[in-house]
């Protein structure tokens, strides 16, 4: 989990799914790595924001699907 730092654990499971509906097909790693990371931000402030650091956390989900991209091929089993 990226999204469970200092946030209820409720809101931490929830934001995937909000994050899921913001982004539309736009939901999968590679999808994500490939996304500008201002989009990413823009996703992640929008009300409600889903983390207590939106741009922050929106930078170091993107970076982590970019390495997820780069080191294994988008695969996160």
Same mark, same amino acid.
């Given at each position: ?15 995937p799914a909000t994050l899921r ?8 790693? %590679?999808?994500? &790595? !490939? ?6 931000? =823009?996703?992640f402030v929008a009300r409600p *924001?889903?983390?207590?650091?939106? %741009?922050?956390? &929106? !930078? ?6 970019? =390495? ?5 091929? *988008?695969?996160?089993?």
């Open positions: 989990m990226v999204l469970d730092q200092q946030v209820p654990i409720e809101w931490a499971f929830a934001a509906e913001r982004l539309g097909p736009n939901w999968d790693v %590679a999808s994500i &790595a !490939r996304l500008p990371e201002d989009e990413l931000v =823009a996703a *924001a889903l983390h207590r650091f939106p %741009a922050a956390m &929106a !930078r170091r989900v993107h970076g982590l699907c970019a =390495a997820l991209v780069e080191r294994y091929d *988008a695969d996160i089993e």
